[in-house]
């Protein structure tokens, strides 16, 4: 079965660069969410889209941004890099059914700023 | 503040006994409760959701208990084995919000 895809798997940047992660949703999910994982920390929310539209916004720092496009793709920008921002960033969707909202999560771009 | 607080601590058990992992919130209430399987440098991946309105799932030998009242969930795993070592994250999710807020997870380490 398709899984979440998310590129690049290992990225390296100098402080103060730009990064942008991709995320290729499950075919038919409607929502994807992206999380940051520092060490030994658990999952932070950052965003969501339903059906290309911002559907919440968790503790993301004004220098990233992030959009769904219209084949359902999302991008996550992240400028002005710092030392902090080094961590495990994931994607999930879901495709909403009713109450039920069962997230996949896809294998995570590991991000690390020198 | 809101507050979701695991084990801290690896729970170390023997294979073939039954692992409990407890999930504990304060300032929260959530109108569904998730618990998701993570391995060193993965995703995490979903085992089981329950709602506030079931005290009990399961799904194979997996078991979990939901009280609202003790703002509580435990986490079971029947006949444990060596592959059910990960980390394990309990999740809340609110009525109307799709986003899920995890707990700090903890870690299973099941011996042969």
């Known amino acids: 079965a398709a899984g979440v895809i998310q590129s690049p798997r290992h990225l390296i940047k100098e402080k103060r660069e730009t990064a942008t992660l991709k995320c290729y949703p499950i075919p038919r999910h409607d929502t994807v969410y992206w999380y940051q994982q520092g060490p030994g920390q658990d999952p932070q929310f950052l965003i969501s889209f339903y059906e290309k539209m911002q559907s919440d916004k968790g503790s993301i720092p004004d220098r990233f941004s992030a959009q769904q496009f219209s084949d359902y793709h999302s991008e996550l920008n992240m400028s002005s890099l710092e030392l902090g921002d080094s961590a495990l960033y994931f994607c999930?969707?879901?495709?909403?059914?009713?109450?039920?909202?069962?997230?996949?999560f896809g294998p995570g771009t590991r991000l690390t700023v020198l | 503040s809101q507050k979701i607080e695991q084990n801290s601590e690896a729970l170390n058990i023997q294979e073939g006994k039954t692992a409990t992992l407890t999930c504990n919130y304060t300032?929260?209430?959530?109108?569904?409760l998730q618990w998701y399987r993570q391995d060193p440098g993965r995703g995490p991946v979903f085992l089981l959701l329950?709602?506030?309105?079931?005290k009990e799932k399961r799904k194979e030998r997996l078991k979990v208990t939901f009280d609202t009242t003790l703002k509580q969930s435990l986490f079971h795993i029947t006949a444990s084995q060596p592959a059910d070592s990960a980390t394990y994250l309990c999740?809340?999710?609110?009525?109307?919000?799709?986003?899920?807020?995890f707990g700090t997870g903890t870690r299973l380490l099941v011996s042969p």
């Open positions: 999930a969707s879901s495709l909403v059914q009713g109450d039920i909202n069962e997230q996949f």
């Open positions: 999740a809340l999710m609110n009525t109307g919000f799709q986003k899920l807020v």
């Open positions: 329950i709602r506030e309105n079931e």
């Open positions: 300032n929260y209430s959530p109108a569904y």
